[in-house]
């Protein structure tokens, strides 16, 4: 039976596969030069490890570039089977997709063209098929299917890979000493909020409980020292605090009612 999951990331499809069009919505993005991808495992192993990097322009072999940090690993997940959701940085150029299986073996797709992609499909069954297939499904309703690499174990590489850009991890608890739950908690630069949010909690903080958030942003937004918090209540309120505050200095947010209207204080 096919297992469906939400995760992080990407890869693959069934043999037969309906060609439909992805359903419309409202992409959430981290910054609004990232995109979101759907990707999902219908091959006959599990995935351990996932990579989309950028293809390199100097003719450097796939196998022998910086393939950035592994996005399964990433989202502190342990199910590697079903379909991953995603936030890959858009880029000028195509991508490279390698993913790895619980028995080493590699998959390789070079120059994916992801930039309008919704959802990315992996099949392969080692026993009938001589290639990996990758089933690519476009925003506008339209799909392709891309042939890729299998490297069996005894002749995958096994090498370290380096991060394309470092990243820091935000981390702060969340005191909601209201009478109302919260269902979903974000910050925006105070600078460019039209960037897109960051989403650090989504569930239901019910009221006067607490949580514990992290989350990871790239090194070089440490530099970014004033965010905007955003927050929904489950009867549909929603407010983005005016004042600013610094998560990368701020251990404790509390949220609070003042004259019936939501406020915050950052310690």
């Avoid at 099949?123 to 042939?147: C, E, M, W």
């Avoid at 209201?178 to 239901?204: C, M, Q, W």
Wanted: aromatic share 8%.
């Amino acid at each position: 039976m096919k297992k469906k999951l939400i995760i992080g990331v990407i890869i693959l499809s069934m043999l037969t596969i309906i060609l439909t069009g992805c359903s419309s919505g409202e992409d959430t993005r981290q910054f609004i030069d990232t995109m979101g991808v759907v990707f999902t495992n219908d091959a006959d192993d599990v995935i351990n490890e996932l990579y989309v990097f950028p293809i390199a322009i100097d003719g450097t072999d796939v196998l022998e570039q910086d393939m950035g940090s592994d996005l399964i690993k990433n989202t502190g997940s342990t199910r590697r089977v079903g379909s991953f959701g995603v936030t890959i940085e858009m880029l000028n150029t195509g991508y490279n997709v390698m993913a790895r299986d619980r028995s080493q073996g590699i998959y390789i797709f070079e120059n994916v063209p992801l930039s309008n992609v919704c959802e990315a499909v992996l099949t392969f069954d080692r026993a009938a098929d001589l290639y990996p297939l990758l089933t690519i499904h476009h925003k506008n309703g339209g799909s392709q299917v891309l042939a890729g690499d299998f490297i069996p174990p005894h002749d995958a590489p096994d090498h370290a890979h380096i991060p394309l850009r470092k990243t820091a991890t935000l981390h702060f608890n969340v005191e909601n000493n209201t009478n109302k739950n919260i269902v979903f908690i974000s910050i925006r630069e105070a600078d460019h909020p039209s960037k897109g949010e960051v989403e650090l909690y989504i569930g239901e903080l019910k009221a006067n409980t607490s949580t514990s958030l992290n989350y990871r942003l790239f090194e070089e937004d440490k530099e970014i020292t004033d965010w905007l918090l955003y927050i929904q209540t489950s009867t549909g309120e929603s407010i983005q605090f005016e004042e600013s505050f610094d998560p990368w200095e701020t251990n404790l947010i509390t949220i609070s009612l003042e004259g019936g209207s939501l406020a915050y204080k950052a310690s």
